[in-house]
């Protein structure tokens, strides 16, 4: 039976909680942008994408690739969630040891598609899964999550102009738009804007969504690719620690982690009982 | 050697349907026949060569056998992050080919020479590291390179290189090939100069030197057990090659060597020194420059041999 926007909602919270909870443990950065993406994976991994917690490496399947590999926690979570393996399992995220490091290595956990943390590699990779899907004439699609900060790299913009050229048009981009990074505004490090013209001017379909809309990413990353022979580009406006409010566009998130009282805070704030 | 490589690759296309060929844009109809044959796997990517490793990676992850090919400096250091994390990290089968090694393309400026890329290759985990002698070891290799399950670096010259072998030889990565027999020395080569290697062993056997050439077609994994032998049975061991003798096959065994008990042979390096070239020259000019040829090497390793002849041996193994 399919989800519906409010099991979406749910799951959102659920795992925000879970995110914000293995943060506290684990005592781990990043939690503002792994909180900004959650969103997007839900909509990606319970309503746009074929992807199987039971079949994870089922030819057809489509790939998810979290190109923002900081946000890792965010993915553990969802996939756990998901049902790729035990949410208990979480408890191990960055433990000594554990499969699950603060940034994912190759086969680190089921689901977890490429090992991501330098920023850029993400686009080219699922650009070559997407040309692998082509010459094979397999349908499957490949959606790639990257951060605003993460397009100023240079590999970003060649990897567009490849997947235009090759008319890779299962080939999906979504920018956690969320406009901050590591160290301020990105607006005033290097000014994406216009991002969505720049996307056009690279060959690419471009949409620009509220990115914790979920009916809008379900949508727009369900039913948008293969329509034209272009890849598709989805800006995706959101908050850096959506979902809590005194983590909200508060970029000190970047590198805190919670207390034990911020914790209970946050899960009255996301209905946790 | 270029030319042996498109010919081999259009070759093992035709039998392997997971091998796919990318270039940065690089070899003017070098590679008409394969594109004629198998168009479906040929993939020009541009000057954009960080996203060309990516590509191959996604491939490789999806089933196909990736070859990247382009002018060495830009197919190795350019991307080299690309290839750590992409190719090495994930421990992917692709063939990075590096065209022009060296100080092949001298003439163009030191942006197109490449003298430190394996020293930066190889130091990467899992990264296998090849660098043929002559057209035919690029055929042995490249069929060796096709049969790995991991990322392998192919370091290969530009075209005209004369051809040392009778046919292609039988490649095992990670085993030299002895090329010439010898008793007193034994120079070790790596990549294109082995040609100059085999004209210096020449010479030395004119001099009354018995020389031994081995071509050491893989850098990485070393043969160690040739190198346990010939350390023990030569007076003298030269490593040859067109590349820093920091990090590359000179490097790769002075560090072996630091750790062996104790051997008999003398151990010396010609290479490329730690410096850019600046001004204009031909390869031929900067070779002679380094003292990167034939003359120069038997010059200074009979030099070393007499030298070591002096020293009692008696009095090494008390100071060893």
Known sequence: MAATISDLEELSRRIRFELVKISHRAKTAHLGGALSCVDILVAAYWAALNIDPAAPFAPDRDRLILSKGHAVSALYATLAVKGFFPVSELETYNQNGGHMPEQPSPGCVLGVEWATGSLGHGLPVGAGMALAGKIKKR????????????????????????AAQHRLNKLMAVVDFNKWQATGRSREILALDPLKAKWEAFGWHCHEINGHDLAALVDVMGTTVGRSERPIAIIAHTIKGKGVSFMEDDNNWHYRSPTAEEVVKAAAELKIT | MRDAFAKEITELAGKNPRLILLMGDIGNHLFDRYRELYSDRFYNCGVAEANMIGVAAGLAASGFHPVCYTITPFATTRCLEQIRVDLCYHHVPVIVVGTGSG??????GATHHSCEDVAML????????????DPLEVRGCLRAAVQEQGPVYLRIGKKGEPSVHQQVPNVEIGKCIVVKKGTSVCLLNSGHT???????????????????????HTVKPLDQDYLRNAFDAFQVIASVEEHSTLGGLGGSVAEWLSEQESVKARFMRFGTPDEFVHLAGDQAYVRDCFGLTPENIAAKVSGKVRRHLQTPLNKLSATS
């Open chain 2, 103 to 108: 100080l092949s393309y001298a003439s163009l």
């Open chain 2, 194 to 216: 082995l040609p100059i290697a085999l004209e210096a062993a020449a010479q030395l056997d004119d001099l009354g030197i018995s020389t031994e050439v081995a071509s050491f």
């Open chain 1, 139 to 162: 349908d499957y699609r490949v959606l790639v999550v990257m951060s605003d900060g993460e397009c100023e790299e240079g590999s970003v913009w060649e990897a567009a102009m490849f």
């Open chain 2, 122 to 133: 190889r130091v990467l985990p899992g990264m296998k590291v090849l660098c043929p002698g």
